[in-house]
C-alpha cells in the first residue's frame, strides 16, 4: 500500500478527466474550505453528462461534501501547492485533490466512538472508488462518483 489504495471497487469510471473539466489551486495559509465548495458547486452547476442533462443533485451534494473533505486534509495536512481538480468522464464525476506533501492519507478501521479523522471513510462512502497515489514530489487523491441514479 505504499503507492497506491483502491478504497471501493472502480466500475468501469474512467479515470481520464475527459472534459468538462475545471481546476482551482488554493494556497493552504489563506485556503477556505467553504471556496473550494462553493467554486465547485458553480462548476457544477454547469456540466452536463453524457446524455446532456445537469448533474443529479445526489451528485452534486456527494460532490460538495468530498471537496470539502479532501481540500481539508491537503490544507490541514498537506504542502502547497493544493490543487482541486474536477472532471467528469463517461459515468461519473472524478474529484482529484494534489498537494505536495508526501504523506499518504491511511483510512483508518470504523470506530463509532472515535472524535474526528473520519474523513477518508466519508469520502469512500460517497463515491464509487478512491485512488491515493504518490505523484511527483507529493499525493495525489481522486474519488469517483457514479453520475447514474442507484437503483
Do not use: F
Not at 489563506?30 to 458553480?42: G, L, M, N, T
Not at 462512502?125 to 487523491?141: Q, T
Amino acid at each position: 500500500m505504499d503507492d497506491l489504495e483502491v478504497m471501493n471497487a472502480p466500475a468501469g469510471c474512467s479515470a481520464t478527466g475527459l472534459p468538462p473539466r475545471a481546476s482551482l489551486t488554493l494556497e493552504r495559509g489563506s485556503a477556505r474550505i467553504a471556496d473550494a465548495r462553493h467554486w465547485a458547486v458553480q462548476h457544477l452547476a454547469g456540466v452536463r453528462d453524457d446524455r446532456g442533462r445537469p448533474l443529479p443533485d445526489r451528485v452534486v451534494e456527494a460532490a460538495q461534501l468530498v471537496v470539502s473533505e479532501l481540500v481539508t486534509n491537503a490544507v490541514k495536512y498537506g504542502s502547497d501547492p493544493v490543487e482541486l481538480t474536477l472532471a467528469v468522464a463517461g459515468d461519473c464525476l472524478s474529484i482529484t485533490v494534489r498537494d505536495g506533501g508526501t504523506a499518504l492519507p491511511a483510512p483508518r478501521p470504523a470506530d463509532p466512538v472515535r472524535v474526528g479523522q473520519h474523513g477518508l471513510e466519508i469520502v469512500a462512502a460517497l463515491s464509487r472508488d478512491v485512488d491515493i497515489r504518490r505523484e511527483g514530489p507529493g499525493k495525489r487523491v481522486t474519488a469517483r462518483i457514479a453520475l447514474g441514479v442507484r437503483e
